[in-house]
């Protein structure tokens, strides 16, 4: 018995519940989900593709600088990429809005 009171209380309780036959979960443990698990997820996947449209942009400026194309060349590409750039930025912030709504509703 002396053994058991030295323990942290939150070990002692688990091997107390353990010893009478019940069941004990750690205050640490998340035993159930919430339907806004599913609006932080999927908030997540819309933040991440934005981000994935980011590099691709970032990609696609690289390869045309390397390219060394002439002044109207490059203006034209950067015209091409912008719409992209920016709706890949929409994506990453509406993603990281969800997020942040899951998380407050949760």
């Known amino acids: 018995m002396r053994r ?3 323990l ?4 002692l309780q688990g091997t107390l519940a353990v010893a009478f036959g019940l069941s004990y979960s750690s205050p640490m443990e998340i035993t159930h989900t919430s339907p806004f698990d599913a609006l932080i997820w999927a908030g ?9 449209g980011l590099v691709y ?3 696609r ?5 390397r390219a060394q ?3 109207e060349a490059m203006r034209a590409e950067l015209k091409k990429v912008m719409p992209l750039n920016l709706g890949a930025l ?3 912030v509406i993603g990281l809005m969800v ?7 949760a």
Do not use: Y
């Open 61 to 65: 400026v690289s390869r045309a600088k």
């Open 69 to 71: 194309l002439d002044d």
């Open 44 to 52: 997540t996947a819309i933040s991440l593709l934005g981000l994935l």
């Open 4 to 6: 058991l009171a030295t």
């Open 57 to 59: 942009c970032i990609i």
């Open 90 to 92: 929409f994506l990453s």
């Open 8 to 11: 942290p209380p939150h070990l």
């Open 99 to 105: 997020v942040i709504i899951g998380i407050f509703l």
